[in-house]
């Protein structure tokens, strides 16, 4: 049968009280040493060679840059526009259902999918899969051309 205590709640046969303090049993926790500094680094050493370190890993990341030889367009588009960015109609399909969607780009690059207003399922709105299906699109793995069965096509 259970105990009632000060407090109003009961407690099962044989459960400790509460009344009498634990003893401490800290040093059971931790091994022995583990709050004590060791000797042969002081603190004041120990911060020195912290702050050489991040000093170090700072100047590691300023390092120069490659010089790259940037070259433009082969065949130059006129619809690219350096800084201005060029919007796609398109569809993305989740679960065999097309969701219409607007791409924006720049110089050739998708980097937005929201979602396109004159599209009767979707009104302008996206799931956050198609938010995601950008991430598709820079998949080193993803087919570079068209297939159909085992030959390229158009």
Avoid at 28 to 47: H, I, K, Q
Wanted: aromatic residues 6%.
């Amino acid at each position: 049968m259970r105990e009632v205590q000060k407090n109003g709640r009961t407690r099962p046969p044989g459960a400790p009280d509460g009344s009498a303090s634990r003893p401490n049993h800290s040093s059971d926790e931790f091994l022995p040493g583990a709050s004590e500094w060791p000797n042969d680094l002081s603190r004041r050493e120990f911060v020195r060679l912290s702050a050489a370190t991040l000093a170090l890993a700072g100047l590691g990341a300023c390092t120069k840059q490659p010089i790259e030889k940037i070259v433009p367009y082969v065949r130059e588009t006129p619809e690219i526009v350096p800084g201005k960015p060029l919007y796609f109609s398109s569809a993305a399909t989740f679960n065999g259902y097309a969701q219409g969607i607007i791409v924006k780009s720049r110089e050739g690059r998708p980097i937005k999918i929201e979602g396109n207003p004159d599209h009767s399922a979707s009104l302008g709105a996206t799931t956050i899969w198609a938010q995601a299906d950008l991430l598709d699109l820079y998949d080193p793995d993803r087919a570079q051309a068209v297939m159909h069965g085992e030959n390229i096509s158009t």
